[in-house]
Nanobody
């Protein structure tokens, strides 16, 4: 069972930056690299939406609304995926979730989420 732990959320002013982290502490390295990782977000009253994804080979994909502002990366030796968020806007306010998808089975696991609030 994959266990994901997110951190790094908080309150930031518009234009500010945050870096989210998501670690899979119970996975060994050889298993972790079989997973594609992603960040999603869900604002109150909205459906959960994809923010960014990164495959086990490092290929990335971004939602249009974050392109040029957010960067997803992973450190496989630390079993951690990051989301660097710059130029934050009030509409980026949401709970951000980390997701791990196994490259062969397609099974997905979610973290508990971390709150990001962008407000002056």
């Amino acid at each position: 069972q994959v266990h994901l732990v997110e951190s790094g959320g908080g309150l930031v002013q518009p234009g500010g930056s945050l870096r989210l982290s998501c670690v899979a502490p119970r996975l060994i390295f050889s298993t972790y690299i079989q997973y594609s990782m992603a960040w999603y977000r869900q604002a109150p009253g909205n459906e959960r939406e994809m923010v960014a994804t990164i495959t086990n080979s490092g290929s990335t994909n971004y939602a249009d609304f974050v392109k040029g502002r957010f960067t997803i990366s992973r450190n496989n030796s630390r079993k951690t995926v990051y989301l660097q968020m710059n130029g934050l806007k009030p509409e980026d306010t949401a709970v951000y979730y980390c997701s791990a998808v196994h490259s062969a089975s397609g099974s997905a696991t979610w973290g508990q989420g971390t709150q990001v609030t962008v407000s002056s």
